[in-house]
């Protein structure tokens, strides 16, 4: 992990903590420059987990429910690891589903290498990703939930019943003080959920980040899952034989 991505992660904590923290403070208690501080910031901020005001960071209620173009391109090196790992799984004629999140967005690049993949997704950004591909794609329908830009509801999670998965990889926005992955859309739960018991195996792939977030809705525990990619210690989780770190 690089020096930079471990103080924004801290800078993020320490205003989670005090809510609010001015530049001068910050670049006190990390030792580093009022500049280099505000460039974390910056980056903090199109992240969606900070507001800048003038001289100081506040915490902010948007990063309850970013959308996909901007969770994709947080913490990327990770995911690109977790992706790379993930694919390992995929076998040639496999069918598998993806759900509307950034790591699984991230697994599309290392598709491509497999053949006659069958892919099912509720994600509308994953399935026009997917829309030249040679694989079989699925997408589900229903309704939309916008933020997330994933298809939804009762009509939606019926089609993905109605399926049968070899593989199901499935994210999460934070697991801080809880039993499971979670969600920040309630419209997810019933999917993630139908999507996970469809599968042969689970996979959870989830990058460091999600260690200090969690989001309000659990659509699934721990012990549900077969498999978990990370850049986690193993420690994290109540059964490190599950884990799989990269």
Known sequence: MKNSEKRRMLIYDEIKREKSSSIRELAKLFQVSSETIRND?????????????????L???????????IKRENHIEDKILIASKAASFVEDHFTIWLDAGSSAYTLLRFLSQKKDLTIATNSIEIATALATSKHKLIVIGGMLEPIGQSMVGTFANEQIASLHFDLAFLGSDGFENSNGPTTFAYEEIQIKHTALKQAERSVLLVDRSKIHDCAPYQYADFSELDLIIT??????FPDSKKVMRV
Do not use: M, N, V
């Open 41 to 57: 910031l910056d980056i903090l901020e199109k992240q969606g987990k900070i507001e800048k005001k003038h001289g100081f960071a």
């Open 59 to 69: 915490l902010t209620d948007k990063y309850a429910h970013i959308p996909l173009r």
């Open 231 to 236: 850049t986690i210690e193993s420690a994290y």
